[in-house]
């Protein structure tokens, strides 16, 4: 079964890295222990879920859902990564662009005009062993996204031209790629633990392949593969089923099948003699690692019984390696572990960041625990708290379409149903110590242990000397020749009515009942943050936020964090640049504790001197981190080029050295500087009224808020920036124009321009991606508090196309202001934002923390839903008027980040 790591990474990410794309199946495993909860997994939506099969051996699923007035659809294709020969490596994914960029009855970008013109959003993504197509939509629109799915991947033009741009487009995300840390690490993993099968391969392809496919090999690709015998469409949400059913048989029921595709059965288990470790240095900040041994494919009974071990050793904060490495050591700044199965493979891995002179004690006591490591010790209190975290993290994703519509489709399409949610759940349930400790002899084993170590360039590092070093470190650990030489292979919607209560002295509670899942989730926002910082102070924020949650006057940082994760709950902190916000979330079940350590953790947080220690280490690694990354540096470095002072001006995590300089005594003076605050609590989900009262009119007594005006900034006067990352394959380019704030009569335009200028059928991205093929990322963004903000363009390109990428930026901007946009694009836009909020606010956390965020600006509750009215009302005539006043290339910032 799939790693729990990656189903919190899937949560986050929009257009999947290669990373990402390879473990899509985590999604499809939400809601799988539902039934520890007592909750039917069948019934996860109004209905069971239909499946049919239309005569030419398409599967259909349906699932109707009336929560939400949108629709989720998905169709499953078997044609992925692994499917591929060594020449073709990289062209499901090139495909998968191709379908994007017209078709015999639509242009180049009308896919997605049309789709994001009715409010929906499209997507994509191609794994080893799948690709699958996504588009989610207002549920009235059903017939328009099924015909645009069939329109896209089986009327795809392939135009030459095209697919020249595409290739550069593609050619630029593969070095993207190379340029993160992450990418690179996995990517340097695969042929240690898969050489020999198509596994050994990125998903992406390799610039020799890429660079030579051709139109007919995409369409003798599309003939052998896309076959409707091996394919699943899957629709969730406000559907007729019957209707839904027949809308699909009308699209796909006409198309044939030529040839067999069978699924890709496990491969035999790898045998290996000696560990392998590669180490690679780059242009990073830290050391980034990963080791890895081969593991079962899908279906193994083995499966649940990894994911169990993973969990215990790296699921989360209350994990053992987190404890021991992060915590208590020091030695790493972050530690993960997961399990992941392919259809022909799988595997175990283990991640850590950290600084280069703690690679030597880290290594070496990694080793030795992993060749030590004996479940029998593992305690009925930890497995039971990764059981449930498990149950935890697989149930959540039911809480939008999106993630109902992945869960139900990857089981029936790859387990065979949805019995198979039940078969995993009871084998969880069953594995014992006994279980694990096999499970551990025959997975970590010497032979079979793989290792990527990606060091930071410069010193006198002699990369095979140092691989040698590694090696004969596992060898100490675990003895020569020690451990089996065969791996383990494959074996057997609404709420109720909303309420808001005046609290006094400047509080507020927001009460958001809805009891359609048995979870509650709590936000606390308070105006502040930077904005109560002297430019001394930079980083303070965040630092008290990461630090709040650390342990309370009579709870530990260790007995907090054990207390959470042993009832599936969360609490914790974030500071941006004008707020700070506390949140919990927790099964309904678990209220009368956690509420009043919610409670505890606002009124009498510890701020130990070692846990503030910690985090300032922590933090210090984090700006490093930031730092490694081009998009994030860029970032980082914006807000103090566009404001010139205000917290907005800071540098929001703070510097290495000034965060050294912080300690306990600062984060306790800022955090009573910000708790006198005025503040809003929303409470969103299933919840007892009177306890969560209780609790905040507790914390709302005493003395009054103090009074709190957001900030006016002045903005900056340096109009250009140049940064450098040495070693990196890209350039990236951020230019910002000043504009007014939320409270503008303004603001609504300008985000309805955003939108008319971002996503797949947005002007930057047609222009300057799909014609001018300048790079794999252009979009624009729109940052904007109470009475500032800017609107921002952005590109990813080559070094030397970025005059090209600028003098792009800037006839946009003419043509904006010279030429009204056509009123299909500006209906496209605001039917976005409509989409997009509707989307958005799916989940109980977004919806609690829109209306705290929103009463503690000011706003009404309903402010966001009125903007998105008036967004509809925005004319051609209305978005020139306001690429008059505030796109004027003279007065925007420009930042460029380059090799």
Avoid at 51 to 62: A, K, P
Avoid at 352 to 372: C, I, M, N, V
Wanted: net charge negative; with cysteine; aromatic share 8%.
């Amino acid at each position: 079964m799939p790693p729990l790591f990656f189903i919190r990474a899937a949560r986050a990410t929009t257009k999947e890295t290669t990373e990402c794309l390879m473990l899509k199946r985590i999604i499809a495993l939400a809601g799988a222990l539902l039934v520890a909860a007592g909750v039917s997994l069948a019934h996860a939506g109004d209905a069971p879920p239909v499946l049919t099969r239309l005569e030419n051996g398409l599967d259909v699923l349906v699932q109707p859902d009336t929560r939400f007035p949108l629709v989720s659809l998905r169709l499953y294709v078997r044609a992925g990564a692994a499917y591929e020969t060594p020449a073709q490596a990289g062209i499901s994914h090139l495909l998968e662009h191709m379908v994007f960029k017209g078709t015999a009855r639509r242009a180049p970008g009308q896919v997605a005009e049309e789709i994001e013109g009715a409010g929906g959003y499209l997507n994509a993504a191609t794994s080893f062993d799948y690709t699958v197509y996504i588009i989610d939509l207002p549920a009235e629109r059903l017939e328009l996204g099924l015909d645009v799915l069939r329109d896209m991947i089986f009327g795809a033009a392939l135009d030459p031209e095209e697919l020249e741009r595409e290739k550069q487009v593609v050619l630029a995300e593969l070095e993207r790629g190379e340029d993160t840390p992450g990418s690179r690490r996995f990517q340097a993993l695969q042929p240690l633990l898969w050489g020999g099968t198509p596994y050994e391969r990125p998903i992406i392809g390799l610039r020799e392949t890429v660079s030579a496919f051709t139109r007919q090999d995409i369409l003798d690709y599309i003939a052998r593969f896309y076959q409707p015998q091996s394919m699943l469409a899957v629709v969730v949400g406000d559907v007729d089923p019957e209707r839904a059913l027949e809308l699909v048989r009308a699209q796909f029921g006409d198309l044939k099948n030529t040839a067999p595709v069978a699924p890709r059965g496990p491969l035999p288990a790898p045998r290996f003699e000696a560990p392998r470790v590669a180490v690679q240095a780059g242009p990073w900040n830290k050391v980034y690692l990963s080791v890895a041994f081969p593991a079962p494919a899908l279906g193994s009974a083995q499966a649940p019984g990894l994911d169990l071990l993973a969990q215990v050793l790296g699921g989360d904060r209350s994990s053992r390696l987190y404890r021991k490495y992060q915590y208590e050591l020091g030695l790493v700044d972050s530690i993960s572990a997961y399990a992941m199965g392919l259809e022909g493979t799988g595997l175990f891995t283990i991640s850590a960041e950290l600084d280069r002179d703690k690679l030597p004690a880290f290594w070496s006591a990694l080793a030795a625990d992993l060749a030590g490591l004996d479940p029998a010790s593992f305690t009925d209190r930890e497995l039971g708290r990764a059981r449930l975290n498990i149950e935890d993290d697989l149930y959540s994703s039911k809480e939008t379409l999106g993630g109902l519509a992945s869960k139900i489709g990857y089981f029936q399409f790859f387990e065979n149903g949805m019995r198979a949610e039940d078969n995993y759940l009871h084998a969880l349930r069953h594995v014992g110590t006994a279980e694990l400790g096999a499970l551990a002899r025959a997975t970590l084993t010497r032979e079979a242990l793989a290792a990527v170590v990606l060091l930071p360039e410069g010193g006198q590092t002699d990369a095979p000397a140092l691989e040698r070093e590694l090696r004969e470190a596992v060898d100490a650990a675990f003895g020569p020749g020690a451990g089996a030489t065969a791996q383990a292979g494959p074996a057997d919607g609404a709420g109720a009515q909303a309420q808001t209560v005046d609290l006094g002295g400047g509080r507020t509670l927001v009460l958001l009942p809805d009891a359609t899942l048995p979870y509650a989730s709590v936000t606390m926002a308070f105006p502040g943050g930077d904005a109560l910082l002297f430019p001394d102070e930079q980083g303070l924020a965040e630092l008290a936020a990461r630090t709040l949650t650390r342990g309370t006057a009579g709870m530990s940082a260790t007995e907090f964090r054990d207390f959470l994760a042993d009832r599936a709950a969360s609490i914790g902190a974030r500071a941006t640049r004008d707020m700070f916000t506390v949140s919990a979330r927790f099964p309904s079940r678990f209220a009368p504790e956690v509420l009043p350590l919610l409670g505890q953790t606002l009124a009498a947080p510890a701020f130990a001197p070692e846990e503030v220690a910690r985090v300032v280490t922590e933090q210090q690694a984090a700006i490093r981190s930031r730092e490694d990354e081009p998009t994030g540096l860029a970032f980082r470095h914006l807000f103090p080029m566009v404001f010139a002072d205000t917290g907005y001006a800071h540098l929001h995590e703070g510097t290495v050295d000034g965060v050294a300089g912080l300690g306990p005594a600062q984060v306790r003076e800022f955090w009573e500087r910000q708790r006198r605050q005025p503040w809003t609590m929303a409470v969103c989900g299933d919840f007892d009224p009177g306890a969560v009262t209780a609790l905040a009119r507790e914390l709302a007594a005493g003395p009054p808020a103090e009074p709190f005006a957001f900030p006016v900034p002045a903005w900056g006067k340096e109009r250009s920036r140049a940064l450098t990352l040495a070693d990196r394959n890209q350039s990236h380019i951020v230019v910002a124009f000043p504009v007014p704030g939320l409270r503008s009569d303004d603001s609504v335009g300008l985000d309805v321009l955003r939108q008319a200028l971002a996503g797949q059928g947005g002007l930057l991205f047609r222009e300057l991606r799909d014609r001018q093929g300048l790079g794999y990322s252009v979009t624009a963004l729109l940052w904007q508090a109470p009475e500032t903000g800017f609107l921002a363009f952005y590109i990813g390109t080559s070094p030397d196309k970025t005059a090209q990428a600028l003098e792009g930026f800037r006839q946009a901007v003419t043509g904006l202001r010279e030429t009204p946009l056509a009123q299909a694009e500006v209906a496209r836009a605001a039917s976005l934002i409509a989409g997009d909020y509707h989307r958005d606010h799916q989940s109980l956390s977004a919806r609690s923390a829109e209306a705290a965020g929103l009463l503690a600006r000011g706003f009404p509750a309903d402010h966001d839903r009125q903007g998105v009215a008036r967004a509809a009302l925005v004319s051609p005539a209305d978005l020139q008027a306001l690429a008059r006043d505030w796109l004027v290339w003279e007065r925007a910032y420009v930042l460029t980040v380059a090799p």
